[in-house]
């Protein structure tokens, strides 16, 4: 009897040393999952966190500002102030009807508006493809996570799935042990 309970103690041992390196293993593998998703995201960062020279901070400013409500009730403030003021100057007037000095001012600003407003663009898009790859990047690494946990269940279930084969091959030990006690 005594040796059957010291077998008994010593499987269950077993058993929980098993189960201990199991939860061991899992915890080294979320732990280096996390180290690896931090690598990720610190690159990430990087790349978002980019100098731009001062010519592209302008063209930023710039096209910040003219495709603003605050330019476009401004200039069309000067534009009437303009106007208005060469109407009722009349023959004294500065810029008299048709405006052609309005008319020379609108296009040197739209033609020196317009690239830049380009250039902005293009910087802008060229932060969206940065952006989407980066999201591309964060997707795959959430794709290989969730392979990485149908694994780690697989695992699991596979090793309790033993664990529970034991446990039954020792009842029926037992059962038998006992059965045969009784004949």
Not at 36 to 59: M, Y
Not at 120 to 127: A, F, L, P, T, V
Not at 153 to 159: A, K, Y
Request: hydrophobic share 45%; charged share 25%; net charge positive.
């Amino acid at each position: 009897m005594k040796a059957s309970a010291n077998f008994q103690h010593q499987y269950l041992e077993k058993m929980l040393h098993t189960e201990d390196q199991h939860l061991k293993k899992l915890h080294s593998l979320v732990a280096a999952a996390l180290k690896e998703e931090d690598l990720i995201v610190r690159t990430l960062r990087l790349q978002a966190n980019e100098n731009s020279t001062a010519g592209q901070r302008i063209a930023d400013k710039v096209a910040t500002f003219g495709g603003s409500w605050t330019f476009i009730i401004g200039f069309g403030g000067v534009l009437a102030c303009w106007i208005a003021v060469n109407v009722v100057m009349a023959t004294r007037a500065f810029d008299p009807y048709p405006f052609i000095l309005l008319n020379l001012v609108l296009s040197t600003i739209a033609a020196l508006q317009a690239p830049v407003i380009m250039m902005s663009q293009n910087r802008k898009e060229e932060k969206d493809r940065k952006r989407a790859e980066n999201d591309y990047i964060i997707n795959l690494k959430a794709e290989i996570e969730i392979r990485n946990l149908h694994q780690k269940i697989n695992l699991l279930m596979e090793e309790q799935f033993k664990t529970l084969l034991d446990v039954q091959k020792y009842q029926v030990e037992l059962l038998e042990g006992i059965a045969g006690k009784k004949k």
